[in-house]
């Protein structure tokens, strides 16, 4: 009977593990060991951290910029079926990290994120146009905006995939 017990809690066991290893899976972020490091840290942006209202103020541009990039035609079947608060919470860890911010950025590389979209130049430039206006509408200056889109931009290279 001992023995029958110790083989269904090692059943038991057995199964937990498996759980266990599926759940670390899917949580894992499936990033490309070859691609670029996707938030490099700036330091010497600091103060255009300052400009962007800090991480708060990146929460209340990334509502924006997502809102707009829903709308927009152009971009917006892209994020219809993506987890937008997600996604979100990553654009605001990426822009803080890479505005030298205390923050983490906790998302997947640029090119296993956008691996099977079939992205265009124009799409991406969309993209970019359509953080203007929302970086706009925030009162954002524009030479911080710049010191922004000119980290992002090199970006294509991993993005653009059409
Ligand atoms: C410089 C330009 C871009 C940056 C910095 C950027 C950044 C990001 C980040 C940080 C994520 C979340 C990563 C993760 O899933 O862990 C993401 C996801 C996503 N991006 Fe981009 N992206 C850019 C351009 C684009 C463009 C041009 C498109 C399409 C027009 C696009 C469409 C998407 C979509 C649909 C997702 C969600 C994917 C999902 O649901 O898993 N991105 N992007």
Not at 39 to 67: I, S, Y
Not at 133 to 157: C, G, S, T
Request: some cysteine; proline content about 7%.
């Amino acid at each position: 009977q001992d023995a029958a017990v110790s083989a269904e809690e090692q059943a038991i066991l057995a199964e937990e593990a498996r759980l266990e290893a599926e759940e670390a899976a899917s949580a894992a972020p499936m990033n490309d060991p070859t691609a670029p490091n996707p938030a490099p840290a700036h330091p010497e942006l600091r103060p255009v951290l300052d400009q962007f209202g800090g991480e708060a103020g990146l929460t209340k541009l990334m509502d924006t910029f997502m809102a707009g990039l829903i709308a927009d035609p152009r971009t917006g079947p892209f994020f219809a079926n993506s987890d937008q608060v997600r996604v979100k919470r990553q654009l605001v860890e990426q822009f803080c990290v890479i505005l030298g911010g205390d923050c983490t950025y906790t998302g997947r590389d640029m090119k296993s994120s956008h691996r099977d979209m079939q992205i265009g130049r124009g799409d991406f430039n969309a993209l970019v146009e359509v953080l203007q206006v929302a970086m706009n509408e925030h009162d954002v200056p524009f030479a911080a905006q710049n010191k922004l889109l000119a980290k992002l931009a090199p970006m294509h290279r991993e993005i653009v995939n059409k």
